[in-house]
């Protein structure tokens, strides 16, 4: 089961940098994500959202491979019937494809846009907050790289002794984070 992290920073670019120290620790095997948005509010009180892991593109890619298989069987069982079998299948193919691509497209996963967008609405003008959902994680080796980052946990579905571990990791004396 993916665990849901929302951290706020006073500054707006914190959330960037945190999520490119993440992204290093990925390729050390220390975390496994499964979905990041990093959430900026302007100096106009506008919140943009940065969608850093498209997994719609994997999704796409693993059900396009699908649907060309089974569009170029059935291309091939047309093209026997009435054309000729390679034209078929290579039709068949392509209208697969077309078809993997567009329901991989039409399919919206990890983290709900809406409950970004509406806690993205209660971080200061000027700040930026990161959202994660980790598959899993090394906690310790995880948090050991985080020293000296400032940020305050707004929303976690952790359990309270790892939502505790992660507070203390970022604790900070500046003001809250959340309006």
């Known amino acids: 089961m993916s665990e849901l992290i929302a951290v706020g920073f006073k500054d707006a670019e914190e959330a960037d940098r945190v999520l490119l120290k993440l992204a290093k620790l990925k390729k050390e095997h220390l975390i496994d994500l499964e979905d990041a948005v990093v959430v900026i509010r302007d100096e106009a009180g506008k919140v943009h959202l940065k969608q ?3 997994l719609i593109t994997t999704e796409s890619t693993i059900g396009s491979s699908f649907t060309f298989i089974s569009g170029s069987l059935w291309g091939a069982l047309v093209g026997l019937l ?11 193919g392509a209208i697969g494809v077309g078809a993997g691509s567009l329901s991989g497209s039409l399919s919206d996963y990890g983290i709900d846009d809406d409950f970004i967008k509406s806690l993205g609405e209660t971080i200061p003008i ?4 990161l959202f994660i959902l980790v598959r899993k994680a090394q906690p310790e080796r995880v948090l050991a790289e985080f020293s000296g980052t400032r940020g305050e946990v707004m929303r976690t579905s952790l359990s309270p002794e790892q939502e505790k571990k992660l507070r203390e990791a970022l604790a900070d004396s500046t003001p809250s984070i959340t309006a």
């Open 52 to 54: 850093n892991i498209n």
């Open 82 to 92: 009435f054309l000729h079998p390679f034209a078929g299948f290579v039709l068949g």
């Open 126 to 129: 000027n700040s930026s907050a």
